[in-house]
């Protein structure tokens, strides 16, 4: 329902898009997207890494045992044979030994 009691065509009601919308907009949207200039992705984790694994505040050593169906979760197992889930970024890639089985 209009406003305006002024008379307009059927033509002027139709919602319209400029074509140079979408350029633009993604244009300002990338210029905005300040926190991502710096990101960087983490180490791959594949089965049989050696991790650290966060529990509270401290990290334990842990041994990748499998990709879970999450894409970024991992099934680790700890050097007492506990299997925790978590995400990629409750885990560091170490160098060290791994001591779980």
């Not at 633009?24 to 960087?40: M, T, V």
């Not at 992705?41 to 505040?57: C, Q, W």
């Not at 894409?71 to 007492?80: A, G, K, L």
Request: net charge positive; no cysteine.
């Amino acid at each position: 329902m209009l406003k305006s009691k002024l008379p307009t065509t059927q033509a002027l009601l139709k919602p319209e898009v400029h074509k140079d919308a979408f350029p633009q907009l993604n244009k300002r949207q990338k210029i905005q997207k300040y926190f991502d200039h710096s990101a960087k992705e983490p180490p791959k984790l594949h089965v049989k890494d050696s991790a650290r694994l966060r529990l509270g505040k401290v990290w334990e050593p842990a041994v990748v045992s499998r990709q879970h169906e999450a894409p970024r979760s991992f099934i680790v197992t700890t050097p007492d044979n506990a299997q925790y889930r978590r995400n990629r970024k409750h885990l560091l890639k170490t160098a060290e030994e791994s001591h779980a089985v």
